[in-house]
């Protein structure tokens, strides 16, 4: 475009609405991929939030619907929920939140119900038996008695021809990853005890299987990998039938490993090893908050697809695991989720590119042996129209921050707009910091339209993966423990000031926001940091974190135990200290609380106090209070609203004169 404008960074008209950014970042959301092992079929969840958000099965080929608009196909397991379905031989299996009841259909068919009324169990993660499909196996949660101490998870025998369930293996506190070999007759999956997380650690064990088609024996589990408390180890898959693949940290990275055994000889004699022949320092996979997210898939019985996380992005591997090479392939994906394999030369994914939306993604290999990546028709189509002449890549930033120089892992997005050529001389953008949630998780770098709203402003961005975030490793995941609540603090502030010294960045025109934990750590910034950012925006941020140990579920029963260094009866005087409520009044910076009116995690009384004493002591907070949400948002118009109220909020503090 010729003669772009120059205008003050942060003032520049953009045409992307936050109404359209609403209805981007809502639509078309695919929530899980299926791939049937019998035809190869590709199917794939998608969240529909025009229709209360419930969830549907679609074939990718004609992008038909499997069931009518009564039914939705998610569960509440681990409450991240996750691994909702799965089709075997043109016939789904889901789990329909509604009853928590397991249903199978046929595509146009009416489903019907495989097990009875129960509605204290929820069913997730299943494997159907190659040669009796009507006997599934799959973990159930029990809430009988809902205290979380008392919830119980453990893997049942579902037998669609009788519609009963039957419970198998139960030793444990949690279990994912279920899966039988492709001849039925082994069948392998994931285990852990709390307090841990399945990242932290975790074992995956393997047993005989015996059927006569209406029951199922199992023999003496076999430990195959992990240790409790020091190794975790992840997600197998078969790509034979004497042979696991898997992932291990036992480097202090998850990297791929392999365990195999004759069939002829007992099952213990089995040999568990690293792929590679060095450690690779790359953390392959992803970590289990939701069921479904995987990170490889057998190509054939030599060659197995995986993803591993490097500088913050998503890399695909080829790996001939008989010989432990490793064959990068080259994606235009910042991310890649939810891979599946069919062991007869396809794996299917989701990719998500920095650039423009996301799409299914065919992998195979041509005659040659060379990588083919296949684009199917995105599930966005029709609905990714905004102008991408807008969007601003994500930049990678390694950062070396004090004191000591630990490293922090930075996403930057600069300002970008078509018809503006910069900011004024010698000026440096004002940035929005987001700092995610979890803590346990890691902001990827692909396209997300709330943050091109605010750089085609005129607006830096940046994403900050503080210690604590998964996808760098065991040793930086752990740098959090003890210390939350003070080096995502101190990580989000010293980044900030980091990338001013480049001059990518005014450290004075800072704003920060983040949603749960990151809008806990927006708290504790107004709380321990009054003077650090201009504003901050925490979305259900939690406040007490007494009162969040008391609610937590039970996947994270003891989650603050650890991050807080101690339980509370320990070091009651830490939890109090990062504890926000209970230093309200050393909030000086303007506050912007955006909040759901059903939340059970943050209760929003306690958003509602905390903004009447800040009133009271003249300081600046406003109220967003969404009466029919809870922790988080599915509604688009929650999300439109989010946006627009942060932007006015931001322009306010900082004297901008813009619109949305």
């Known amino acids: ?16 609405t936050a109404e359209a950014v609403a209805a981007q970042s809502l639509s078309a959301g695919v929530e899980d991929i299926f791939l049937d092992p019998v035809t190869s079929k590709v199917y794939f969840a998608q969240k529909r939030p025009a229709e209360n958000g419930r969830s549907a099965v679609i074939d990718a080929e004609d992008r038909q619907d499997l069931f009518d608009g009564s039914w939705d196909a998610r569960t509440q397991v681990h409450e991240y929920g996750g691994a909702a379905a799965i089709i075997f031989g043109d016939t789904l299996y889901f789990s329909h939140i509604l009853d928590h009841r397991v249903y199978k259909t046929v595509k146009g068919g009416s489903p019907t119900a495989i097990t009875p009324v129960s509605p204290a169990q929820r069913f997730a993660d299943f494997t159907v038996h190659p040669k009796h499909p009507h006997l599934l196996v799959c973990l159930v949660e029990d809430h009988s008695d809902p205290h979380p101490a008392k919830v119980e998870t453990y893997l049942v025998l579902i037998n669609a021809s009788t519609s009963t369930v039957t419970k198998t293996v139960h030793d444990a506190d949690f279990y994912a990853c279920p899966r039988f070999s492709p001849d039925g007759n082994f069948l392998v999956w994931q285990q852990w005890h709390h307090p841990e997380m399945p990242f932290q650690s975790s074992e995956i064990i393997v047993a005989h299987v015996v059927s006569d088609g209406q029951t199922l024996e199992l023999g003496t589990p076999v430990h195959v990998a992990g240790k409790t408390e020091a190794i975790s180890a992840q997600d197998p898959i078969w790509n034979s039938n004497n042979s696991i693949i898997f992932l291990s940290d036992e480097s202090g990275f998850h990297n791929p490993w392999k365990y195999t055994f004759d069939p002829a000889k007992p099952l213990k004699d089995g040999q568990a090893s690293p792929i590679c022949p060095q450690p690779i320092k790359e953390e392959f996979g992803a970590p ?18 995986f993803t591993s996380f490097r500088k913050g992005r998503t890399t695909l591997y080829i790996c001939d695991v008989s010989k432990g090479n490793l064959l990068e392939v080259p994606t235009p994906y910042a991310h890649i989720q939810y891979l599946h394999g069919d062991g007869k030369g396809k794996v ?19 005659e040659m042996g060379k990588p083919l990546l296949t684009s199917l028709s995105p599930p966005s ?47 440096k953008p004002p940035v929005v910091v987001l700092i995610h949630g979890g803590p346990f998780y890691m902001e990827p770098a692909n396209l997300d339209w709330s943050k091109q709203f605010f750089t085609s402003r005129g607006w830096a961005y940046i994403d900050v993966n503080y210690g604590g975030s998964t996808g760098f490793g065991r040793a930086f995941r752990e740098s959090l423990h003890n210390k939350w609540g003070v080096l995502d603090v101190q990580d989000a502030y010293q980044s900030v000031l980091r990338l001013d010294s480049l001059g990518l960045v005014d450290a004075k025109r800072a704003v920060v926001h983040g949603g749960s934990a990151g809008g806990y750590s927006v708290l504790q910034i107004a709380t ?12 259900y941020g939690v406040s007490d974190m007494r009162k969040l140990d008391e609610i937590l579920h039970k996947f994270e029963y003891h989650l603050c135990d650890r991050l807080m260094g101690g339980k509370w009866e320990e070091c009651e005087s830490v939890w109090r200290e990062r504890s926000p409520i209970y230093h309200v009044d050393k909030i000086k910076m303007p506050l912007l609380f955006l909040q759901g009116g059903k939340d059970t995690v943050v209760p929003a009384d306690q958003m509602i106090n905390m903004v009447e004493t800040i009133k009271a002591r003249g300081g600046k907070a406003e109220l967003i209070l969404f009466p ?25 503090v900082l004297g901008f004169q813009n619109n949305y």
């Open 528 to 539: 321990t940091l009054p003077d650090a950012f201009a504003a901050g925006a925490p979305h």
């Open 348 to 366: 299917v994914m989701l990719g998500q590119p920095a650039d423009s939306g996301e799409v299914l993604v065919e992998l195979t290999i041509d």
């Open 628 to 652: 029919d949400e809870g922790h988080g948002w599915r509604q688009a118009s929650s999300v439109q609203t989010t946006l627009e109220k942060e932007l006015t909020f931001f322009n306010e």
């Open 381 to 427: 189509a029709g609905v990714d129209n905004l102008p991408s002449s807008y969007i601003s890549p994500g930049e990678y930033h390694e950062l070396i921050l004090p004191p000591g120089g630990r490293t922090c892992h930075v996403t930057y997005y600069a300002p970008k707009n078509p018809h503006y050529g910069g900011g004024l001389p010698d000026e």
């Open 288 to 305: 289990q908050w939701w069921l479904s997210r995987h990170g490889s898939g057998v190509l054939s019985e030599t060659h197995v697809a």
């Open 1 to 16: 475009m010729s003669n772009p404008r120059i205008a003050p960074y942060g003032n520049w008209i953009s045409s992307i």
